[in-house]
């Protein structure tokens, strides 16, 4: 591991910031953007629809860039031999908020999909209901410690 990071050391932090930035900046912009946006719909079917298909595509970047996200993480903590280093602590702590940000993630996705079963049936105020957290509380969440992951791997690199 530590001759591949050696070797590749710039793509893979390439990879692990573009990751992130596929993550993070996709809920600032779904949040900020879509979800402001959503707003100006006034049929419940279609607006709901839309929800449930902005976020399908949105989980179609994220899934890849979490996995991502590991595998660079991994990589750059052996090859940085940081479990060595005084800033391992700091690493872990960045892991740390990135393991959380993906439980949510998967909460996120369970209820997205819940609702898109409701929304099938024709269940509308129950799809509602699911998808009510993600906006209210839990896109932000992940969006304000994906914020602070950012903040902390750039700590890290000493930029």
């Given at each position: 591991m530590t001759e591949l990071f050696t070797n590749y050391s710039s793509i893979i932090v390439f990879l692990h910031v573009i990751a992130a930035v596929i993550w993070v900046g996709g809920m600032i912009a779904i949040r900020f953007a879509v979800h402001y946006s959503m707003l100006d719909i006034t049929d419940p079917k279609i607006k709901l629809g839309r929800t449930l298909e902005t976020l399908r595509r949105f989980f179609n970047m994220v899934i890849?860039?979490?996995?991502?996200?590991l595998i660079t993480a991994i990589i750059m903590i052996i090859g940085l031999n940081l479990k060595e280093s005084p800033d391992y602590s700091l690493a872990i702590v960045k892991e740390v908020i990135w393991t959380i940000m993906?439980?949510?993630f998967i909460y996120i996705y369970i209820k997205r999909n819940k609702a898109a079963i409701a929304f099938e049936n024709g269940q509308f105020p129950i799809a509602k209901e699911h998808l009510a957290p993600l906006a209210s509380y839990l896109i932000p969440l992940n969006t304000v410690l994906g914020i602070i992951a950012i903040f902390l791997g750039v700590t890290l690199r000493g930029l």
């Open positions: 890849p860039s979490i996995i991502l996200l993906t439980v949510v």
